[in-house]
């Protein structure tokens, strides 16, 4: 308990002396998929288009580099469907609790800034739902079935994301950013281990997000630095 006390009174410190804390909300809309592999098992696959939400907190130092963590509800999955037929088709969606912890990067110094972030992230799996729409797509090997397989509890990746800042004063700042899952070979399969032949079972994601944080400790600019002040009195001593 001590030591999470000190620890605790370090980073406020540090957040004090050097640099600027923010918090606020984001939300936005993604075009999620799982990419299978045999790449054969993709050859329905359309984009499935579902919202994420959630809280977001941002700390810079006075060089504009940190750290920016996040906690959202997001729906991710994969769509299918016959080709040239909507009314045929196949959908399997999966809500997470996602945890992005991810560096933050900004340039400039004005209102308005480019910044980039990276970072892995964790999901926990909160339901999932299926929706089969006269979908019955037989696949040319009976080996290979990602209708009903079992999704992992815990799902984890890296994004990288580019967006912009717009401090609207010392208090409030508008974000919007658009991220992409890396979705690196030899990733988390959503699958547990590799059923029925399935190699590979990724999520794959292009969302944007638009976001309104508060800055609880607003960014120094050069003209707020601390100089020396004379002591009361000085100016009439000296004459």
């Known amino acids: 308990m001590k030591r999470t006390i000190i620890l605790a009174i370090a980073i406020l410190t540090t957040i004090q002396v050097f640099g600027q804390l923010s918090v606020g909300v984001r939300a936005g809309y993604g075009a999620y998929g799982v990419y299978f592999e045999p790449p054969s098992l993709n050859g329905n696959q359309v984009n499935l288009y579902e919202p994420n939400f959630g809280l977001v907190a941002i700390f810079n130092d006075k060089c504009n580099a940190g750290a920016q963590l996040e906690i959202n509800y997001a729906v991710k999955g994969w769509r299918e469907k016959e080709k040239d037929c909507d009314t045929i088709r196949y959908k ?22 480019v910044y980039g972030c990276f970072g892995p992230y964790f999901a926990v799996k909160q339901n999932e739902k299926t929706t089969n729409l006269n979908y019955n797509f037989i696949i040319e090997h009976d080996l290979y079935d990602m209708y009903n397989q079992k999704i992992r509890k815990l799902d984890f990746g890296n994004k990288v994301g580019l967006g912009f800042r717009i401090n609207m004063n010392s208090r409030f700042s508008v974000l919007t950013d658009v991220r992409y899952d890396l979705q690196l070979a030899g990733g988390q399969n959503i699958f547990k281990k590799q059923p029925n032949g399935i190699q590979a079972s ?20 050069e003209e707020e630095k601390e100089y020396y002040i004379p002591k009361e009195g000085m100016d009439e001593d000296f004459y």
């Open 92 to 113: 399997h969606e999966i809500s997470y609790l996602e945890i992005p912890l991810m560096t933050h990067f900004e340039i400039g110094r004005g209102k308005f800034r």
């Open 202 to 221: 990724r999520i794959s994601e292009l969302s944007c997000s638009v976001g309104l944080i508060f800055n609880i400790r607003p960014q120094r600019t």
